[in-house]
Structure formats: structure tokens, C-alpha cells
């Protein structure tokens, strides 16, 4: 069965640094989307991206975050000043689209972001 | 802002018993899912349901959606289901690329 793939499965990075977070959806999925669950605490919806573009964001969403596709399979995630607070385990998710009913989201096994 | 309650937090059981978790919502919803994740950390898609009921394997997966109110059960549960259950929702109104709002999930454990 198809899956969802994140790399690096676990990422170090100093506080302040750059890091970014990659995924590669399931390929004919249209929708897709970053979630993180800080450590003890509930998942929590960051952004969906639809046809090249943002299509919701959450107020966790700030300027220092950003997501791409730049190629046809590939959807990354940009922290681009990481901050202690930033610790936790991301997730990517794809959807296959709106128009066959309601679609089921599939996750990915999460990236644990860890900043010192 | 959709708020979504699962109960209990925590259940411990012993193998074989029949295991209910429970999820209530305050706002409608167009799908609702029931996610499993792992001591790992990976999650797992188990339903996703906006009527009825569903049935996998040991698992069923009920919805009241007047009552805003689904329900997981587990029959025969087994020591390999340990692991949180987590309910999300997809609220109405943002189209298909809604994320989704989750529960703080329930940690089960069951012993041999």
C-alpha cells in the first residue's frame, strides 16, 4: 500500500539555525498537510497546501515557518529561526482530493525535531 | 473553533475484554477519524467516518452525529492494541483542504 515518507526521522539542530522537514506524499494526492505534537500534548493542525498554494494555515503558523512543493513529489516544511519551543514531532499527511466524497487523510511516521 | 473531548484518558484492561473510548465534539463536522499512534510516534488512519458505523477486524467505529458523539470499540482486545487512540475532526465550512482538530487521545494498555 502506498505511504507517506518523512525524512530525516529524527532532526538535531541548534536554536536559531534553519532546518527543513521533507515528505513525499502519496503520489496522485492533491491535498496535503503539516501537523506537530509537542512532546505529551495533543497533534495540532499547522497548515494545508492545495494546487501550489497555502490553503489554511493555524495561528502556530507564524512568518518563521513556510512549506513548498518544489517538484512533483516532494513537500518540504521551513522553520527558518528555530526556537527552543519548536521541539516536537512533525507529521505530513496527503489526501487524495475533494471530489470522490469525503477522503481519508494518511500520516506519515513523523519527523522528531529536537533544538538544543 | 471546534473542541473535541475524548474519554477516558487513560484505561488499562485486561486481554480479551471489550474496550469502548469515547469522543464528543462542540461544533458540526463533515468527518470525523479515529487515528492509532504508536509508542514510536506514527500515526495510523483506522476510520474515518461522517455517518453510521464502521467495522475493521476487531475494531467498529460509530458516530451520533445529532449527539456529536462517536464511539471506538475494540472486541477481544489484545496486548498489540496498546497504544493511544486518537480521535480529529474536520469541521464544515473550509472546503477539502480543512485540517483537522484533534482529541488529547487515550493511552490504552492492555495487559496479558
Known amino acids: 500500500e502506498p505511504e507517506v515518507t518523512q525524512t530525516p526521522s529524527h532532526q538535531v539542530t541548534q536554536m536559531g539555525q534553519e532546518v527543513i522537514l521533507r515528505c513525499v506524499p502519496i503520489?496522485?494526492?492533491?491535498?496535503f498537510y503539516w501537523y506537530r505534537q509537542i512532546l505529551g500534548q495533543k497533534v495540532e493542525f499547522l497548515v494545508s497546501f492545495y494546487n501550489n498554494e497555502i490553503s489554511e494555515k493555524s495561528e502556530i503558523f507564524d512568518d518563521q515557518f513556510s512549506v513548498e512543493r518544489p517538484d512533483g513529489s516532494n513537500f518540504t516544511l521551513k522553520i527558518r529561526s528555530t526556537k527552543l519551543e519548536d521541539s516536537a514531532m512533525y507529521f505530513c499527511?496527503?489526501?487524495?482530493?475533494?471530489?470522490?466524497?469525503?477522503?481519508?487523510?494518511?500520516f506519515g511516521d513523523g519527523t522528531r525535531l529536537s533544538i538544543l | 473553533k471546534n473542541e473535541v473531548e475524548q474519554s477516558p484518558q487513560n484505561l488499562t484492561a485486561q486481554e480479551g475484554e471489550f474496550i469502548t473510548i469515547n469522543c464528543s465534539y462542540s461544533v458540526g463536522i463533515s468527518a470525523l477519524h479515529w487515528l492509532q499512534q504508536h509508542p514510536g510516534g506514527g500515526i495510523v488512519s483506522l476510520f474515518m467516518l461522517s455517518s453510521g458505523k464502521k467495522k475493521h477486524g476487531r475494531l467498529i467505529a460509530t458516530i451520533n452525529i445529532q449527539e456529536k458523539h462517536s464511539s471506538l470499540h475494540i472486541t477481544a482486545s489484545h496486548p498489540r492494541d496498546s497504544a493511544v487512540y486518537i480521535c480529529a475532526v474536520r469541521s464544515w465550512g473550509g472546503g477539502g483542504a480543512d485540517g483537522l482538530t484533534f482529541g488529547k487521545g487515550t493511552h490504552l494498555i492492555i495487559q496479558p
Open positions: 499527511a496527503s489526501k487524495l482530493g475533494r471530489g470522490m466524497g469525503n477522503q481519508p487523510q494518511h
Open positions: 503520489s496522485n494526492h492533491l491535498y
